[in-house]
């Protein structure tokens, strides 16, 4: 059974491989936050593996912090991305004031 275990990890190891390609390419920072995830949900899916094939229950401890960090990330992200876009469109309704003012 630890060699199916072993394999899935593998297969992890290989969506983060792929989800660095995505980070690198881009095109927007939604698409780089977006293989970030996949990073933390892998890594987190790693770890519980190894917690079991190792039979070690601190990585389990380690896994669950890596996923709030994870959310928090997200969270992080999220709210920045929504303060960023309600400044760009107060911004623009400024503009369109001041041209039909004009």
Do not use: H
């Amino acid at each position: 059974m630890t060699e199916v275990f072993a394999v899935l990890v593998l297969l992890l190891l290989l969506n983060i491989v792929v989800g660095l390609a995505r980070v690198l390419r881009g095109p927007s920072a939604a698409d780089r936050m977006l293989a970030s995830e996949m990073f933390s949900t892998s890594a987190v899916a790693i770890l519980l593996l190894l917690a079991f094939i190792l039979d070690s229950p601190p990585l389990l401890d380690v896994a669950l912090v890596l996923a709030l960090l994870a959310a928090l990330a997200v969270v992080t992200f999220v709210g920045r991305a929504w303060s960023d876009l309600q400044s760009r469109q107060s911004e623009s309704a400024r503009g369109m004031e001041s041209r039909e003012s004009d």
